[in-house]
């Protein structure tokens, strides 16, 4: 169990917890959500006791195991598999161990505990982990120096949920997960053993994965049971109920004031006026949420244009060599409402670049409309945003003909007040940058809008804008999210990027999700008398590492033997009386060969199982 009693934190003597308190039962899964800036990390680092509280106590069972996802996994020369393994340090340290152990006793007991944790099955369970957030059988040996910050944070979030800690600490996992990632994520919280903690915007992920919400929220937590529409629901709910009460309230303050305000100075009326002034006094309002405003996005209008803007005829598109994506026939409406599916690495990000123009096209064609404007939103807005140079440096930069009021008010239809104007995007928080980007995505009116990942570090509030926005939007949409929510309100096309080709997806993304839940491809229609199906890849592999593993167990354990017999047939220690190492030799022998036995008999049955999952 998770308990929080009674903390307090302040930054810079600036409050952010004061007297806050929750109990989270062991084996719960939990989000942990609040607006951007409340302390919503700040609190997973006390929880780690990274920082100092000021009041109160955070306390968790003895022993018990915190982990989550600091930073990326490192750029060594270490295979994927093998960083992921190193992760569970109990079973590194045992296997180490069986190395160089000596004693049939000891031995004996790492074998227990390493069947106990599961040991023999890790491999297998680390590569499922892995593939589930988007790495392949080769990628898994590749080192991890080949790969970016972002697909290392990968590696590092497979990495503590294979070591499977009795508090897990999420904080916003999806953010470097495409869509594929996020929803085996969200499936395997759900069937995660232990208690889980996870800060995230992500409203699919908090209705699906979770059984709780904890809101922090003006300093204090509270805890709503259910997903995350039921805590909005029931949130909604007290807040409408606190505002009518405070309503009766407020009548009853101005009622009794404009007594006091008639009669105070009426010698006759003096003491009623004071009465009712203590009565004014006694009047409690019922404190409400200091609500930011829903600051809305507003996109400019485009013209427009006739129908298709984008037409593509038997495209094919790549870098040079073979093509990513060939045989593309697709067009693409100013009305349209599109969504990318498909996993990383299919040719969603090089799609987009032939639409923008960015690539050409290797054969066929790519015909767009002459008057076309396509805006694009980058994944990582660093890419198109200066750190050293203010937003309204930005807007001067990029429209020098129009003046600070104008800048302003576009910074302003974005969210950004004038304080955020003058800060150097360096500073700017990333919801904050997201926002920035977004106006300059749209500053031209585009007919045609590309946005990848674009609810990254928004705040659940800032993507219901976002939703409006687009729903309000006169272009056509090209959308690329983790974002279940935010594609099922606005897309009304599916796109599958898969094998080479795009194609469109008929079904709805409830069908999509359940079909990447079940497996890589479309789930068949089963027949009555089909054969029961076979043990997958996975756990074939299990099977097979395990008989490995038994068999280097019975390979250490004879050797382990031929020594002890070679020791207690040497004539030497039968001379000078030497009776108690003699009984010690023997009892060694008695314990390797009891261990034999006993690995003897588990090399059996995992041999057995073997056997059957290949029949």
């Not at 203590?278 to 996005?297: S, Y």
């Not at 060599?321 to 409406?333: E, K, S, T």
């Not at 990029?398 to 302003?408: A, C, N, Q, V, Y």
Request: neutral net charge.
């Amino acid at each position: 169990m998770l308990r929080i009693d009674d903390i307090s934190y302040s930054v810079e003597g600036r409050p952010l917890i004061e007297h806050a308190s929750a109990m989270i039962p062991e084996g719960h899964k939990v989000g942990l959500v609040g607006r951007n800036g409340t302390g919503k990390t700040t609190l997973f680092r006390l929880i780690r006791g990274e920082l100092t509280l000021e009041t109160g106590d955070i306390t968790v069972p003895k022993g018990a195991r915190i982990g989550g996802v600091a930073q990326e996994a490192p750029a060594t020369d270490v295979s994927l598999i093998d960083t992921v393994l190193a992760a569970d340090t109990e079973r590194a340290a045992l296997m180490a161990e069986t190395e160089a152990a000596a004693d049939g006793v000891r031995i004996a007991e790492i074998q227990t505990r390493l069947a106990d944790i599961d040991a023999w099955s890790a491999e297998a369970r680390a590569a499922s982990i892995l593939k589930g957030l988007g790495f392949d059988d080769v990628d898994q040996q590749r080192p991890c120096a080949d790969f970016s910050g972002g697909w290392r944070m990968r590696v590092a979030l497979a990495a503590v949920l294979f070591s499977r800690p009795d508090l897990l600490l999420l904080d916003e996992p999806t953010n470097y997960l495409d869509l594929e990632g996020a929803l085996w994520l969200e499936s395997y919280l759900a069937r995660y053993p232990h208690t889980v903690l996870i800060i995230s915007h992500d409203r699919e992920l908090l209705n699906r994965a979770v059984g709780g919400i904890l809101h922090l929220e003006d300093r204090k937590l509270t805890y709503y049971a259910g997903p995350y529409d039921t805590f909005a629901a029931t949130r909604a709910a007290r807040l409408a109920a606190a505002e009518a009460e405070n309503k009766k309230a407020e009548a009853r303050r101005a009622h009794l004031q404009s007594f006091v305000d008639r009669f105070r100075y009426k010698a006759s009326k003096a003491v009623q006026a004071q009465a009712r002034l203590k009565m004014i006094d006694k009047i409690n309002f019922i404190a409400t949420p200091q609500e930011a405003a829903l600051r809305r996005f507003s996109f400019p209008e485009p013209e427009e244009l006739s129908p298709p803007i984008v037409n593509m005829e038997s495209a094919a598109v790549g870098y040079g060599g073979a093509p990513v994506l060939a045989r593309l026939d697709l067009r693409i409406d100013q009305d349209d409402r599109i969504a990318l599916l498909g996993k990383n690495g299919q040719g969603k990000s090089t799609l987009a670049k032939l639409i923008v123009g960015d690539l050409a096209a290797m054969s066929g064609r790519v015909l767009r409309t002459s008057k076309l404007r396509i805006g694009y939103f980058a994944q990582h807005q660093m890419d198109v945003l200066r750190g050293d140079e203010t937003p309204l440096e930005t807007l001067r930069r990029l429209r020098p003909l129009e003046g600070p009021p104008k800048w302003r008010a576009r910074l302003s239809g974005f969210g950004l007040n004038a304080d955020q104007a003058e800060t150097v995007v360096a500073k700017l928080s990333g919801g904050q940058k997201a926002r920035l980007t977004l106006l300059i995505a749209t500053l031209d009116a585009p007919h045609l809008l590309i946005l990848d990942e674009p609810t990254n570090h928004l705040d659940i509030e800032s993507r219901e804008a976002l939703v409006e926005a687009l729903t309000a939007y006169t272009g056509a949409v090209v959308l690329v999210s983790h974002d279940m929510h935010l594609l099922s309100l606005v897309a009304d096309r599916l796109w599958l990027v898969k094998g080479g080709r795009v194609e469109a997806f008929e079904e709805d993304l409830e069908a999509y999700r359940k079909m990447l839940l079940a497996s890589d491809a479309p789930p068949k229609t089963q027949r009555p008398e089909a054969a029961p199906k076979k043990p997958d890849r996975d756990a074939r592999l299990a099977l097979r590492a395990e008989v490995r593993k038994c068999e280097a167990r019975i390979e250490k354990l004879e050797e382990m033997r031929a020594r002890v017999e070679e020791k207690l047939a040497n004539p030497g220690l039968y001379e000078g009386g030497r009776a108690g190492e003699i009984t010690k030799w023997q009892l060694k022998r008695a314990e390797v060969m009891a261990g034999l036995e006993r690995a003897e008999a588990l090399w059996i049955a995992a041999q057995e199982r073997l056997d059957a999952a290949r029949a």
